[in-house]
């Protein structure tokens, strides 16, 4: 069952700029933290960027810090990721996550959506 919806992947150039969407149709994202992650083939899944549920708290890995934004708009009960200057290397599935930060809190994955970043 799938439990979070990302959108937004597909081939760019580099130098490109990309906005990735994350839905979770099934529950309110108001009171999770959200996260993206990426893996790229052969590699391990890299944790990208998250946010704190009160939105007040991001962090951000050494890899995308000034290039990638995260962001949540919970009116829309969506999460994004704004992917700019894009590299070769960022090249991987990226996918969202979110997970109550409480004892025994409730975590969900989305299925994953490519980025192809190649001239």
């Known amino acids: 069952q799938v439990q979070l919806v990302e959108s937004g992947g597909g081939w760019v150039q580099p130098g490109a700029s990309l906005r990735l969407s994350c839905t979770a149709p099934g529950f309110t994202l108001d009171f999770y933290a959200v996260a993206w992650f990426r893996q790229a083939p052969g590699k391990e899944r890299e944790g990208l960027a998250c946010?704190?549920?009160?939105?007040?708290?991001?962090y951000y890995a050494d890899s995308v810090k000034d290039r990638f934004t995260i962001s949540r708009d919970n009116a829309l009960n969506t999460v994004y990721l704004q992917m700019n200057s894009l590299k070769p290397e960022d090249t991987a599935v990226y996918s969202c996550?979110?997970?109550?930060?409480?004892?025994?809190?409730?975590?969900?994955w989305g299925q994953g959506t490519q980025v192809t970043v190649s001239s």
């Open positions: 946010m704190h549920n009160s939105a007040d708290s991001t």
């Open positions: 996550y979110a997970e109550q930060l409480v004892a025994g809190g409730r975590r969900y």
